[in-house]
């Protein structure tokens, strides 16, 4: 088990930028694929961005390609995620997550360790 804050979030305008972190309070990062999770008020829970244990390999959602980028420090214990020109739609609770077993999982049900979402709105 990982214990994983998430910080980073606010409110911004549109096309405006943020760069969300995700520490592990307790635990190291550096055994586990991560991956970005984004909700919405009565939506799923949406993939966006997944990461191999190692940094060197990624999966990100179409719906956000080329503008949101996930990377990792693993002697930082911390993952990332920078998100560029910033879209009304990306309104929602973002959470980063954890997995030891599933390559890139893009599932929510395949991630066990989560952390308690940092909100993020964008004005236009």
């Known amino acids: 088990q990982v214990q994983l804050v998430e910080s980073g979030g606010g409110l911004v305008q549109v096309g405006g930028s943020l760069r969300l972190s995700c520490a592990a309070s307790?635990?190291?990062?550096?055994?586990?694929?991560m991956g970005w999770f984004r909700q919405a008020p009565g939506m799923e829970r949406e993939f966006v961005a997944a990461i191999s244990q190692g940094g060197l390999t990624t999966r990100t959602a179409d719906s956000v390609k080329g503008r949101f980028t996930i990377s990792r420090d693993n002697a930082k214990s911390t993952l990332y995620l920078q998100i560029n020109t910033l879209k009304p739609e990306d309104t929602a609770v973002y959470y980063c997550?954890?997995?030891?077993?599933?390559?890139?999982?893009?599932?929510?049900?395949?991630?066990?360790?989560w952390g308690q979402g940092t909100q993020v709105t964008v004005s236009s």
């Open positions: 997550a954890a997995q030891k077993y599933v390559y890139l999982a893009a599932s929510p049900r395949q991630y066990e360790n």
């Open positions: 307790e635990g190291s990062l550096s055994e586990y694929v």
